[in-house]
């Protein structure tokens, strides 16, 4: 049974507020991916561990994934949000959870992960921080015990998100993604190039991780468009 402890919201905003209502486009958006995601479990098996990596910095990949766990726990799967990015922790600096044991603690056996992992106020909803920052974070994501620690979290929870740094700057984002059940790209549409995403993909098949598709995030809707997708 994991400790209670009272942290951030659930939710992470950049920009304007944003709200998960169950009638918003935000929402729709969000459970459309789960959706498609469920598909793919029908035709090729289970999918718990889920790797979220962009091509470059400030592509909207933690905003993403914490807003996409966020909807999972609203459907009532037990989800865990995992901050595997060493090299910028966002969502464990947003959580303020830096100065708290977490996923590298537990890779080099100084806690356990029932002791690190934070539940969040959605009870489906828990939280692992980076922890302690290592001087060798890709060992320990290559370490046996991370493979096994994914392994055992899978018979917590229905639903494992992995924030990882941008792919096509750290290798460890190909380390995570390799040792996941599938991997979702994030796109910036203002800023990530055709080049950028070749890439991302090419580096992702060379370890023959399982790529579920990509994500075009800062797309902007004008009022008519927003109006006619809340017709349908």
């Known amino acids: 049974m994991f400790t209670k402890r009272r942290v951030a919201e659930t939710i992470i905003t950049t920009g304007n507020e944003m709200t998960m209502q169950k009638n918003s486009v935000a929402y729709e958006k969000f459970s459309s991916i789960q959706t498609n995601i469920q598909f793919m479990e029908k035709r090729g098996?289970?999918?718990?561990?889920?790797?979220?990596?962009?091509?470059?910095?400030?592509?909207?990949?933690s905003f993403f994934i914490t807003n996409y766990a966020n909807t999972s726990a609203l459907y009532k799967q037990k989800t865990l949000l995992i901050d595997v990015d060493f090299y910028n922790p966002k969502i464990t600096k947003q959580f303020k959870t830096k100065l708290m044991p977490g996923l590298s603690n537990i890779l080099v056996d100084m806690v356990t992960f029932e002791e690190a992992i934070i539940p969040l106020e959605n009870k489906y909803l828990s939280f692992l921080p980076i922890g302690t920052l290592p001087p060798n974070p890709l060992e320990l994501l290559r370490s046996?015990?991370?493979?096994?620690?994914?392994?055992?979290?899978?018979?917590?929870?229905?639903?494992?998100?992995?924030d990882c740094p941008p792919?096509?700057?750290?290798?460890?984002?190909?380390?995570?993604?390799?040792?996941s059940d599938g991997a979702i790209l994030l796109i910036n549409s203002l800023a990530t190039t055709e080049q950028d995403v070749l890439k991302s993909k090419e580096l992702l098949e060379q370890v023959d991780a399982n790529i579920l598709g990509a994500v075009l995030n800062n797309k902007r809707y004008n009022n008519k468009q927003l109006a006619s997708y809340n017709y349908y």
């Open 45 to 61: 098996g289970r999918i718990q561990t889920i790797a979220v990596t962009s091509a470059n910095k400030g592509e909207g990949k």
């Open 144 to 162: 046996e015990e991370f493979k096994q620690l994914l392994e055992d979290l899978k018979e917590e929870f229905d639903l494992i998100l992995l």
């Open 167 to 179: 792919v096509n700057l750290f290798t460890d984002a190909r380390v995570v993604a390799a040792e």
